[in-house]
């Protein structure tokens, strides 16, 4: 089984400021890694994910992660946030290739308020 | 412009009334997800479904039930709503492949049964 924990529950910055939301994961397969994120009442938005390869990946509205698989990883981050990236975000993984039921596990939350 | 669909997006309902929520996805995908979210907290899989006529429970127990008879509808129903099963409902969607694709979402349906 796997699980994910998000290490803030709230990240208050200021506009034009770098951000960083953390996220650990734990599993004994592999696994595939992806931060959504969650504006008031609508659903999730898939931001970026991690399958394989370059443990750098970017997302859109200029989020990217780096997945660390020493340190069970997945940290998101944004080198110059704005009022509208205020919202909810949020980790998930699922198991890789072959290994296992293929449904998203999510973290916790990460609720990012960008103050003017 | 979203391709599931919840419905409805508000639900207002009295205890021990039944109650259908639906979700319809337009994109053929063969899997869909039901989670609960709570406010502050994560988003639990109370139900999935890998196709037509299979469904299966999640991780989170559930008095709910769903039905897939038709790929692109899979309606979770509470047959005597209680004040407990207040919360915000998500449903979501994936290809055949699964969750290399991500899932996409609808826009929930916030349930409050008072």
């Known amino acids: 089984a796997q699980s994910v924990t998000q290490l803030d529950s709230q990240v208050p910055v200021f506009e034009e400021a770098p951000v ?5 994961y734990s599993s004994s397969v592999s696994v595939y890694l992806f931060w959504y994120v969650q504006y008031p009442n609508q ?10 390869g370059s443990t750098l990946v970017k997302g859109i509205n200029g989020f990217e992660a780096e997945f660390n698989k020493s340190q069970t990883s997945f940290h998101l ?3 110059s946030v704005h009022i509208s990236d205020t919202a909810e975000y949020f980790c998930a993984v699922s198991p ?3 290994a296992g039921r293929r449904a998203l596990t999510f973290g916790s939350g990460t609720r990012l308020q960008v103050q003017p | 412009e979203a391709d599931i669909y919840q419905t409805p997006r508000y639900l207002v309902i009295g205890t021990g009334k039944k109650i259908t929520l639906e979700c319809s996805q337009t994109m053929g995908h063969d899997k869909m997800y039901w989670y609960q979210q709570d406010p502050g907290m994560e988003l639990h899989l109370i139900h999935y479904s890998y196709g037509v006529n299979s469904t299966e429970k999640g991780d989170l127990s559930s008095e709910s039930t769903v039905s897939r ?3 692109e509808h899979f309606p979770l129903t509470l047959e005597s709503a209680r004040p407990s099963h207040t919360s915000q409902y998500l449903c979501a969607s994936s290809e055949r492949q699964g969750t290399a694709y991500g899932y996409t979402f609808g ?3 916030r349930l409050t049964v008072v």
Do not use: D
Request: a positive charge.
């Open chain 2, 107 to 109: 826009s929930g349906t």
């Open chain 1, 96 to 98: 890789g290739v072959g």
């Open chain 1, 77 to 79: 981050r944004k080198p």
């Open chain 1, 20 to 24: 960083e939301l953390r996220c650990n």
């Open chain 2, 69 to 71: 008879i038709r790929t």
């Open chain 1, 43 to 52: 659903g999730l938005q898939l931001l970026l994910k991690y399958l394989s």
